[in-house]
């Protein structure tokens, strides 16, 4: 019998319908179409719009689409893991707000904060729970409404962030498809560049973090970027180094969706051409947790069984990894 393995089952995804474009942006900051499209490869980002609509309002259409394409009830779900840097409220989690929106009734669940990189520790930690037997369904959220702390007249940030969420199920796999590896990083001098001030307990919500605009995501983009360029492909190539796998092995490089100068970086170090190379960025800018999920599920048609895939991802924290899996179906 071969060793039990975490497989991805079923994806799904779910953006909201307002497109936030270039050209809407050049009437709101000091922008224009052509500098974000050379500097960052985005052309338009989705926004969820609306009062009382939070992270988990995605959440909701992305897993009842999952589990309409899986023939299965949300009363089968064991886990949920929800990646996200945007949840509902500080507490409780989102992810216990989304078992209770679906009816995920025999769940239980936390949020996993890990910024862009989210997703991936929360795929090999929700794997870990499939591989000791433990659980047979696990569902692994990421999703963000990043455009809740974006502050729309810092043209530094407003134009890079979206909104959107996409979800996959894990289950048991004995045919040595699933995850196989992962490699994982996180790194806490990196907090001064990426990061959201006030909110938390070390500088609670007040009148003065408010007029002092602290709420909002604050980044240093060059600092980051930095970091980002290297780290993420770095990553991506040691974790095909050390399961031996060659340029030619991969089917498709699936990168976090930040910039495409960091994607190019990264197929180039990895070797991938171009025509792997899974990008969306172009439509959704970088929706922090929703970017892997979002590109799996917009490219599931195109992916074979047996498929290798690297997913990598680059965050604020500093947070960054890739893993390594074979596509199940
Ligand atoms: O996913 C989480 C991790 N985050 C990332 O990976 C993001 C990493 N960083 C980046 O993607 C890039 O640093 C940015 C896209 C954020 C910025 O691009 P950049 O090439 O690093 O630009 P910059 O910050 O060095 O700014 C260059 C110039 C500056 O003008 P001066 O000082 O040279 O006159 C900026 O003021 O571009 C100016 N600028 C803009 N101009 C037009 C900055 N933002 C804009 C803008 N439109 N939106």
Redesign the pocket.
């Known amino acids: 019998m071969n060793k039990m393995h975490a497989a991805i089952t079923a994806v799904n995804g779910y953006v909201p319908d307002y497109v936030l474009t270039n050209h809407e ?1 050049e009437t709101m ?4 179409d052509e ?2 499209t050379t ?2 490869g985005i052309k338009e980002r989705r926004i969820l719009k609306g009062e009382g609509l939070a992270t988990s309002d995605m959440a909701v259409p992305a897993v009842s689409g999952l589990l309409k394409k899986r023939g299965i009830s949300a009363d089968e779900i064991d886990l949920i893991i929800f990646c996200t840097t945007t949840p509902d409220r500080v507490f409780p989690a989102t992810a216990n707000i989304l078992a209770y929106k679906i009816g995920a009734v025999n769940a239980w669940g936390y949020d996993l904060q890990a ?2 990189s989210g997703f991936l520790f929360g795929l090999t930690t929700g794997a870990q729970f499939i591989e000791s037997g433990k659980h047979k369904k696990v569902l692994v959220v990421g999703g963000d409404k990043m455009s809740s702390m974006i502050n729309y007249a810092d ?6 962030f979206g909104d959107g969420c996409g979800a996959v199920l894990l289950e048991p796999n004995e045919e040595g498809n699933g995850l196989i590896d992962s490699v994982l990083k996180s790194d806490g001098s990196g907090v001064q560049f ?1 990061n959201q001030k006030a909110g938390g307990s070390l500088y609670p919500t007040s009148h003065e973090t408010v007029d002092a605009n602290e709420h909002y995501l604050y ?1 240093e ?2 600092a ?2 930095k970091f ?2 290297t780290n993420m492909a770095d990553v991506a190539a040691e974790v095909m180094d050390r399961n031996n796998l060659k340029s030619e092995d991969i089917a498709w490089l699936v990168p ?1 969706q ?2 495409k ?2 994607i190019d970086a990264t197929a180039t170090r990895t070797g991938v051409s171009a025509d792997k190379v899974i990008i969306n960025i172009e439509k959704y800018g ?1 929706t ?1 947790n929703g ?1 892997l999920p979002l590109c799996l599920w917009e490219w599931e048609d195109k992916f074979k069984k047996g498929d290798n895939l690297i997913l990598a ?4 924290g500093f947070t960054w990894g890739a893993v390594y899996l074979k596509w199940a179906y």
């Open positions: 942006l900051v000091d922008t224009n500098w974000i500097r960052t910024t862009c043209r530094k940030t407003c134009i890079i990426l980044q983009g060059q980051v970027f980002a360029v976090h930040a910039n100068r960091i970088n922090t970017t991802a680059f965050g604020g």
